[in-house]
C-alpha cells in the first residue's frame, strides 16, 4: 500500500501541475473547466467514485434524510461524419530508421555458423522490435466489428503480451547499459500490414507467425535454448515467458480462425501468400529513407568484436513477424 499510495501522490501532483497550466491560458481555462463539469455530471450520476462521496443531505427526506442527485450526464453530440482511425504507424522523436527495412536480426538470430552471444543479440533486437505487433493488431481488433466475446479477450491479452514482449528487449538492454534506441526499429510489420492487408488478413498473419514459431528448429524452444548457450540468464528467463506465451498466442489463432471455418493449413498457405504480396508493397516506402545494414557496427559496439556476419548479404526470410 506504501508503493501504491505514493504512485497515487505522484499522479496526482501530475495533474496538478497539469491544470496550473491549463489555468494560465485563458481559452485553455475555459475548456478546462467545461470539461471538468463534463466529467462532473458522470460522476454525479454514478454516485460518486465510491458510492456516496456525491450525496448531498436535504431537509425534509423523511425516509433516509438524503437525496442522491437527478443530474443525468449529457448525450455527446452525434459526429458529422464517421470517425476513420489512421492505422499508419507512428513513433516519437527519440525513434530512427522507421522506414530502413533492413533488419538483420530477423536472419542472424537462427543462423548455424553464428556464436551464441551474437545470437542471443539478435534475439534482444527481436523482442524489442515486437512493439510492431501490438501496433498492427490494434487495428484488425478495431476493424473486426460483431466478433464473439472472446475473439476481443482473447486478442486484447495477446496484444499486452507482444507489448510486454518488447519490453522485456529494451529492459534486457537496459541491463547491459546500452542504449536499445540505437536500434533501427522500423516499421514495416504493422506498415505493410496495416495499409495493405485486410483485417482478417492482418489476423491471418499473426496466426501464420505464431504457428511457425512453434517448429523445434526456429521457433521458441530454440530461441530459449539460445539465449540459456549464450550464458544470458535474464535473456533465457525472458525468453521462458516468450515460449509460454507464444503458445497460448497460437492457440488463441486457431480458435478463432475455426469459429470462421479456416482450418491450420489454409491459414498457413493463405498467412504466406499475404506476407508475400504485402512484403512488396514496401518498395514504395523506401525512398524515406536509407537503407542500411547497422548490424555489424551494432554487434562491435555491444559485443567487442566483429559479427560473424559482417560480409554476408543477409536475405529476410519467408515469414517475417516475432
Not at 23 to 50: N, P, S
Not at 137 to 142: E, R
Not at 231 to 242: I, P
Amino acid at each position: 500500500m506504501r508503493f501504491a499510495l505514493l504512485e497515487v501522490t505522484e499522479a496526482i501532483e501530475w495533474g496538478d501541475r497539469a491544470l496550473a497550466v491549463l489555468d494560465q491560458d485563458g481559452d485553455a481555462a475555459a475548456v478546462a473547466r467545461a470539461w471538468k463539469e463534463h466529467l462532473e455530471l458522470y460522476l454525479d450520476a454514478a454516485r460518486g467514485i465510491a458510492g456516496d462521496s456525491r450525496i448531498s443531505v436535504e431537509e425534509g427526506d423523511a425516509r433516509r434524510g438524503v437525496h442522491i442527485r437527478s443530474m443525468e450526464p449529457p448525450v455527446p453530440p452525434p459526429a458529422e461524419t464517421p470517425f476513420v482511425p489512421d492505422f499508419e504507424p507512428k513513433r516519437d522523436k527519440r525513434f530512427h530508421g522507421l522506414y530502413n527495412f533492413e533488419f538483420p536480426p530477423h536472419v542472424v538470430y537462427n543462423a548455424e555458423d553464428v556464436p551464441a552471444d551474437e545470437r542471443n543479440l539478435a534475439l534482444l533486437c527481436k523482442r524489442t522490435l515486437e512493439m510492431d505487433v501490438p501496433e498492427m493488431m490494434a487495428s484488425f481488433l478495431f476493424e473486426r466489428k460483431n466478433q464473439p466475446w472472446e475473439f476481443y479477450l482473447d486478442y486484447s491479452r495477446q496484444l499486452w503480451d507482444e507489448a510486454r514482449h518488447a519490453m522485456m528487449g529494451t529492459v534486457a538492454f537496459e541491463s547491459r547499459g546500452v542504449d536499445w534506441k540505437e536500434i533501427p526499429l522500423n516499421v514495416g510489420f504493422s506498415l505493410r500490414l496495416n495499409l495493405h492487408a485486410t483485417p482478417q488478413e492482418r489476423q491471418i498473419v499473426l496466426y501464420a507467425i505464431e504457428q511457425s514459431l512453434m517448429s523445434g528448429d526456429t521457433g521458441k524452444r530454440f530461441e530459449y535454448e539460445t539465449a540459456v548457450a549464450a550464458g544470458d540468464e535474464l535473456s533465457a528467463h525472458f525468453h521462458d515467458y516468450d515460449w509460454a506465451d507464444e503458445v497460448l498466442h497460437a492457440n488463441i489463432g486457431r480458435r478463432a480462425l475455426k469459429r470462421e471455418e479456416i482450418s491450420r493449413e489454409a491459414a498457413t498457405a493463405l498467412g504466406l501468400e499475404i506476407h508475400e504480396r504485402t512484403w512488396a508493397e514496401l518498395e514504395q516506402y523506401k525512398s524515406r529513407e536509407p537503407q542500411v545494414n547497422w548490424w555489424p557496427d551494432f554487434v562491435l559496439r555491444v559485443l567487442g568484436k566483429e559479427s560473424a556476419v559482417a560480409n554476408r548479404d543477409l536475405a529476410a526470410p519467408r515469414i517475417v513477424g516475432e
